[in-house]
């Protein structure tokens, strides 16, 4: 049964796209000459879609910079979130980062999402590709995922998934200190979504979990582990090697390392105890055990 749709508040956050070269080909061609643009668009790639499932500050946005370095691996410049009319944006709803607060717009199984066009979002999405000679998957990335992995796998062919899970306390922590969320939201968020995604995974066909734990302690190994997965040559050495933007919340570049030490560390131990609350069993679930918060030292979290 479809899910209710709330009315979204204030102006849309995205009318400035309004006369985006991809809404004015949407709005006014043909449908036959869509289809062509697309298959133009497309001749040289293979329509297989890939999706990175996470929230956000779980280290989603260093694994896809990764992938985007794939040759085989097509992806967009930002997440594919923003890149269509067609899904409901979290910033239009009045929660950008804790999107699991507003279930009844953004949480699809596959029958649901009514007034959804996931032909517009396939449309919106191939036209931004980048990298799509020779490419066997498309790349999208985009924390709201976590809540229409089913979906996504329901429209879109050959749909497979990356799932990265990373601690509570250190996504939670990140959540607060970078976007002025309390803990205890930003804690919820992260157990109504992993919540989501473990009910999810069962009915996915194609899919991979991953930790950013060992993403941050062998990206080399985690990485070759992915592209196996997906059928692919391994990536070159020199790719995790590098020092990578996207790895710190303030953008300096950083050779990948676990920043979950630094995170504990600005955590009070109220901190901590409302977290094991909020997301002890979840946590379970996916292999984490609960922990004190480290030493306080000087670091940075991780992008998500």
């Known amino acids: 049964?479809?899910?209710?749709?709330?009315?979204?508040?204030?102006?849309?956050?995205?009318?400035?796209?309004?006369?985006?070269?991809?809404?004015?080909?949407?709005?006014?061609?043909?449908?036959?000459?869509v289809a062509w643009l697309l298959a133009r668009?497309?001749?040289?790639?293979?329509e297989r879609w890939l999706f990175i499932v996470g929230v956000n500050n779980s280290g989603t946005t260093l694994l896809w910079e990764l992938l985007r370095a794939h040759p085989a691996i097509a992806g967009m410049a930002r997440e594919g979130q923003f890149g269509t009319w067609a899904l409901p944006e979290p910033m239009e709803y009045g929660v950008p980062r804790i999107w699991t607060e507003r279930s009844a717009v953004f949480r699809w199984r596959e029958d649901d999402g009514e007034g959804a066009d996931p032909k517009r979002v396939r449309f919106d999405w191939i036209w931004r590709m980048r990298g799509l000679d020779?490419?066997?998957?498309?790349?999208?990335?985009?924390?709201?995922?976590?809540?229409?992995a089913r979906w996504l796998q329901r429209h879109f062919a050959g749909a497979t998934f990356i799932v990265v899970t990373r601690s509570p306390y250190a996504v939670a922590e990140g959540v607060r200190r970078r976007h002025g969320v309390s803990i205890t939201r930003a804690a919820a968020h992260w157990a109504r979504a992993y919540e989501a995604v473990l009910e999810d995974l069962p009915h996915l066909e194609?899919?991979?979990?991953?930790?950013?734990?060992?993403?941050?302690?062998?990206?080399?190994?985690?990485?070759?582990?992915?592209?196996?997965?997906l059928g692919l040559p391994p990536l070159a050495g020199e790719v995790t090697r590098g020092a990578q933007r996207v790895h710190n919340a303030d953008?300096?570049?950083?050779?990948?390392?676990?920043?979950?030490?630094?995170?504990?560390?600005?955590?009070?131990?109220?901190?901590?105890?409302?977290?094991?609350?909020?997301?002890?069993e979840v946590m379970a679930r996916l292999g984490y055990a609960p922990v004190e918060p480290a030493p306080a030292s000087r670091s940075d979290g991780v992008r998500g």
């Open 1 to 33: 049964m479809p899910r209710e749709r709330e009315t979204k508040p204030g102006r849309p956050h995205r009318l400035r796209g309004l006369v985006s070269t991809s809404n004015l080909i949407w709005q006014l061609a043909p449908r036959p000459l």
């Open 41 to 46: 668009r497309l001749r040289r790639a293979e």
């Open 134 to 148: 020779g490419a066997r998957y498309l790349l999208e990335k985009s924390p709201p995922s976590c809540l229409r």
């Open 206 to 229: 194609r899919q991979l979990v991953v930790s950013y734990e060992e993403l941050a302690a062998q990206p080399e190994a985690t990485l070759a582990r992915v592209t196996s997965f």
């Open 251 to 280: 953008e300096a570049a950083s050779v990948i390392r676990d920043f979950n030490a630094g995170s504990l560390a600005r955590l009070a131990p109220d901190d901590v105890t409302a977290i094991t609350a909020l997301t002890g």
